[in-house]
């Protein structure tokens, strides 16, 4: 783990940050497995920032940030649902996800969920198979008009994590 990153909830004046930082990761670290027609459905180049505010009230969001810039974000429902796991290209590799995915599962045990749930991107889901989860179904989903592969994936926790 990187020492020098801290974890935070998110607020309100994060928003802008949250959908550059998404964007930047789609763009950059899903490269390898989306063409660029893909990756401007899945982020497009003027985001819908209403949009996403709404997405963010209904999820927890908590911010990993290293001598105060953003460097990466997770969210995710009271229910055990992972909706968001992004970290920025500059981060890429250094413990990042794995430190927001443990404070997420942290907080998810004390509220009494025992499985989690996600849909994984091609990107994510070497990531996610690192910490236990398996592919429930693997699923093209449409945005707008174009299409994109990713994976339901799910992992019962333990309360010995
Ligand atoms: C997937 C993602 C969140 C991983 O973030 P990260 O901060 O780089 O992950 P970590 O450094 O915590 O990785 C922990 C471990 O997960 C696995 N892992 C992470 N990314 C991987 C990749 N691209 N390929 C293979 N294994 C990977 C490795 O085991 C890694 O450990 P290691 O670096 O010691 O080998 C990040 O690459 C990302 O934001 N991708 C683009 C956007 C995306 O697809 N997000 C998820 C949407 S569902």
Redesign the pocket.
């Known amino acids: 783990m990187n020492r020098t990153l801290s974890l935070r909830p998110a607020t309100e004046t994060d928003l802008p940050s949250i959908v550059s930082l998404f964007t930047d990761?789609?763009h950059q670290?899903?490269a390898r497995s989306y063409t660029p027609e893909q990756r401007a459905a899945w982020a497009p180049e003027v985001p819908d920032e209403e949009q996403w505010r709404s997405r963010l009230t209904r999820v927890e969001t908590l911010i990993a940030e290293s001598d105060g810039t953003m460097a990466?974000f997770i969210s995710f429902t009271a229910g055990g649902h992972i909706e968001?796991?992004?970290?920025a290209p500059a981060?890429?590799?250094?413990?990042?996800?794995?430190?927001l995915y443990e404070a997420a599962v942290e907080r998810l045990l004390a509220k009494g969920v025992r499985t989690l749930t996600?849909?994984?991107?091609l990107?994510?889901r070497?990531?996610f198979e690192?910490r236990g989860f398996s592919v429930v179904e693997a699923q093209t989903v449409e945005r707008d008009g174009v299409q994109l592969q990713?994976f339901a994936m799910a992992r019962c926790l333990s309360q010995s994590e």
């Open positions: 990761s789609v670290l899903a990466g968001f796991l992004f970290t981060f890429s590799r250094r413990g990042v996800a794995s430190l996600t849909d994984a991107s990107e994510a070497p990531f690192s990713r």
